[in-house]
């Protein structure tokens, strides 16, 4: 099982301490989501990251990012998919570059749809959130078990994941977990990076015991 770090939605004082911290830690994968950030302030935040790490990064709703710079993947919502039609030809381009597509799923319904088109899904939310206040689980664990043993993809759990909601995820199918807030929240309050690490040092202790 995986361990995948979504970024802080707001700028952060030290934030690219710590993902540099993250990466040296052995963080595979890195998805930087930033919504309320204009292009330019994205591509400005990538620029600051040292380049040997692109390959480990996906960007979050900014194709165009993802287009410039030599990185991982291109992420985004499903919800938002299927009300607006999203650009099909552009994942079958991205792909085609060798870029992995993921996406945002909130029901195992639609993960049924997503996975023909993207190499791996998040699925959200299986806990409360610690990042957003009022963001209930919502997703029926059994239910999802059941999909993924019965169809080959990579899915993984996103929404209030910490040391102790990982264990839940033992024989579900699910490929890893997706944190945030566990990772995040203090950080923007103290900006230890060193604490920060050990946090992350746990949760990928944690899914290493649940993935046996």
């Known amino acids: 099982m ?9 700028p952060l004082r030290r934030e690219h301490d710590l993902l540099h911290a993250l990466f040296e830690e052995g963080l595979e994968v890195l998805h930087i989501r930033k919504p309320f950030s204009a292009l330019h302030e994205v591509e400005s935040y990538v620029q600051r990251v040292n380049p040997v790490y692109y390959n480990r990064i996906s960007v979050h709703r900014m194709p165009e990012i993802v287009e410039r710079f030599p990185l991982r993947g291109y ?37 049924k749809a997503a996975k023909e088109i993207t190499d791996y ?11 957003k206040t ?22 993984f759990g996103l929404g209030g994941m910490d ?10 199918g699910l490929s890893g977990a997706v944190v945030l807030g566990i990772i995040w929240k203090q950080f923007a309050e103290d900006a230890d990076v060193k ?11 944690t899914i290493a015991q649940v993935a046996q």
Do not use: M, W
Not at 121 to 131: A, G, M, R, T
Not at 134 to 155: M, P, Q, V, W
Not at 163 to 172: A, G, P, S, V
């Open 134 to 155: 009022g963001y209930k689980a919502g997703i029926d664990l059994h239910e999802l078990s059941r999909f993924l043993a019965e169809h080959n993809t990579a899915t």
């Open 121 to 131: 899904q998040f699925i959200s939310p299986l806990f409360d959130s610690i990042s």
């Open 2 to 10: 995986q361990l995948i770090v979504i970024t802080n939605e707001q």
């Open 195 to 205: 604490k920060a690490v050990q946090r992350y040092i746990l949760l990928r202790e």
């Open 163 to 172: 040391e102790q909601t990982i264990h839940h995820l033992k024989n579900t």
């Open 75 to 111: 992420h985004f919502s499903y919800d938002a998919f299927k009300e607006s039609n999203v650009d099909i030809k552009l994942i079958h381009k991205l792909r085609q570059d060798h870029r992995l597509i993921s996406c945002s799923c909130h029901s195992v319904e639609d993960l």
